[in-house]
């Protein structure tokens, strides 16, 4: 079974090698790493064209691109594995995570659609807290409250073709508009709270930018009305927030435990 991650670039040499080197490292080796790079200009080229020439699992294209959506779809219209997942050029699989990923399709061949756990981390790579998704629930998703760990979502090849690929039009949540596609076709999807990534937060981030955080909500509520076909109200959150842990009690336990660990 061959694992395809594709990683999109755009001028990240700071962190770029520790992604790669976090792929390539991997106890299971039946696999392939793919960057898509935007033209970059401040040393990454020479890091991928010196990483290309150590193993033949690595590859990427060097070329302009009309977005992460765009780049990400050329990604994965290159890559052959039964697997596909993706990886920021920022951010790194744990030790021995694909491992995992690949023990669980194997007893899971009913599963189309893998939901697992990471680390936040700061630039220098120290955890502030784990992260893990929640049971799904489309309604919550589209609302906002469902927690979405991209970083952890394996999935089948079979499954990425049955949807249209990352919508290109969608500059701020090409990810979570993927993953929605995946709940309207009802995927069989299972949540571990194993952790496979990290997530790195660092200041040229986009997610942790005020901007982008009203820019998904619009999304969402874009998504949601031409899902639902009715105004997404801004009513009720303190009360799904609340709904959404007597939904999913293995989440509110998960973060307890969580919390104790880190004041004890």
Not at 47 to 75: H, M, Q, T, W, Y
Not at 115 to 130: A, C, M, R, T
Not at 226 to 235: A, F, L, S, T, V
């Amino acid at each position: 079974m061959k694992i395809s991650i594709i990683t999109i670039s755009n001028n990240h040499a700071k962190y770029i090698e520790d992604c790669i080197n976090s792929v390539l490292n991997q106890k299971y080796k039946n696999i392939e790493h793919i960057i898509i790079d935007n033209k970059s200009d401040d040393g990454t080229l020479d890091i991928l064209k010196r990483i290309k020439k150590k193993d033949k699992r690595f590859k990427f294209v060097s070329e302009k691109d009309s977005g992460p959506a765009s780049a990400l779809n050329k990604g994965f219209n290159l890559a052959d594995g039964d697997i596909f997942y993706f990886l920021n050029s920022d951010d790194y699989l744990l030790k021995d995570s694909l491992d995992k990923i690949h023990n669980f399709f194997i007893n899971n061949t009913e599963i189309d659609l893998l939901l697992s756990g990471g680390h936040l981390v700061d630039e220098k790579g120290n955890l502030i807290k784990k992260l893990y998704s929640s049971k799904q629930n489309i309604y919550l998703f589209l609302r906002g409250i469902n927690e979405f760990f991209q970083q952890g979502m394996f999935f089948k090849k079979s499954l990425y073709l049955k949807t249209n690929g990352f919508n290109e039009l969608n500059h701020v949540s090409w990810d979570g508009e993927l993953f929605f596609d995946f709940l309207k076709i009802k995927a069989s999807y299972k949540r571990i709270f194993a952790e496979t990534a990290a997530f790195r937060v660092q200041k040229n981030s986009i997610t942790q930018k005020k901007e982008y955080i009203l820019d998904l909500q619009k999304q969402l509520n874009k998504l949601f009305l031409d899902y639902y076909k009715i105004n997404n109200y801004p009513i009720m959150y303190k009360i799904l927030h609340i709904f959404k842990y007597i939904y999913d009690p293995l989440l509110a336990l998960m973060k307890l435990k969580n919390q104790l660990k880190i004041y004890n």
